[in-house]
Every structure is written in structure tokens, then in C-alpha cells.
């Protein structure tokens, strides 16, 4: 079993930055592809980021690509998500999720090919 905690979250204004992590325990998550969602009130989670276990293949929903860095330690058994210039739009719970592959180089993009969550943490952006 892998548990996954996230923390970062907070309140800021628009343009402003935060960067969430994601700690992992249970599991060294170095064999898991991890990837970010969010969901704001009233919508369906939707992908935000992926990242490899290998951390050489990334991908970004259109929506943050140029905004969002997603990296990894895997030393640490962390994930993060780097967040910047943020909107209002970016309001919602950010979730991380693992899922083992065996290829270094694949990610999966869509929630319910993961297998593991964490219990996410709230992002607020005002205007």
C-alpha cells in the first residue's frame, strides 16, 4: 500500500505562486508514475500533470502548461507541483495520485487509471 499526504496549499492572490508536495510512505514510489488533478466545486477531477517514475517524461493539461512544473525526489519519496502565475481559475482541491508501471517512461493521464490518492489540499486563488 502506498499513502500519499499533500500539503502547500493556501490562499493567494492572482499571479502569485505556490508549490505543493506530495509525500509518500508506506512505498518507496520510485517504480510509480504520480501525476496531479484537481477538482473546484461542482466539476469532475480533471488532470493536471504527470510525471515517469524515471521523472524524464512529464506532461501538462493545456490549461497550465507554461505555469505548472511538476517534478520529483524520489530520495525523498516526494512529488511537486510547482504553480505559478495562478488565476482564479486554478481555485480547487489539488490531488496527487501514484500508479506502479513498469515503464520508465509512461504516465497515465486520466484519474481512474490510478491507484493510489492522497486526501488533497485546498488551492484558493482571489481576483
Known amino acids: 500500500q502506498v499513502q500519499l499526504v499533500e500539503s502547500g496549499g493556501g490562499l493567494v492572490q492572482a499571479g502569485g505562486s505556490l508549490r505543493l508536495s506530495c509525500a509518500a510512505s508506506?512505498?518507496?514510489?520510485?517504480?510509480?508514475?504520480m501525476g496531479w488533478f484537481r477538482q473546484a466545486p461542482g466539476k469532475e477531477r480533471e488532470f493536471v500533470a504527470a510525471?515517469?517514475?524515471?521523472?524524464?517524461?512529464?506532461d501538462y493539461a493545456r490549461s497550465v502548461k507554461g505555469r505548472f512544473t511538476i517534478s520529483r525526489d524520489n530520495a525523498k519519496n516526494t512529488v511537486y507541483l510547482e504553480m505559478n502565475s495562478l488565476k482564479p481559475e486554478d481555485t480547487a482541491a489539488y490531488y496527487c495520485?501514484?500508479?506502479?508501471?513498469?515503464?520508465?517512461?509512461?504516465?497515465?493521464?486520466?484519474?481512474?487509471?490510478?491507484?493510489?490518492w492522497g486526501q488533497g489540499t485546498p488551492v484558493t486563488v482571489s481576483s
Open positions: 495520485a501514484a500508479r506502479f508501471l513498469r515503464d520508465s517512461g509512461s504516465y497515465p493521464t486520466t484519474w481512474f487509471e490510478y491507484d493510489y
Open positions: 508506506g512505498r518507496t514510489v520510485s517504480s510509480y508514475a
Open positions: 510525471i515517469s517514475w524515471s521523472g524524464g517524461s512529464t
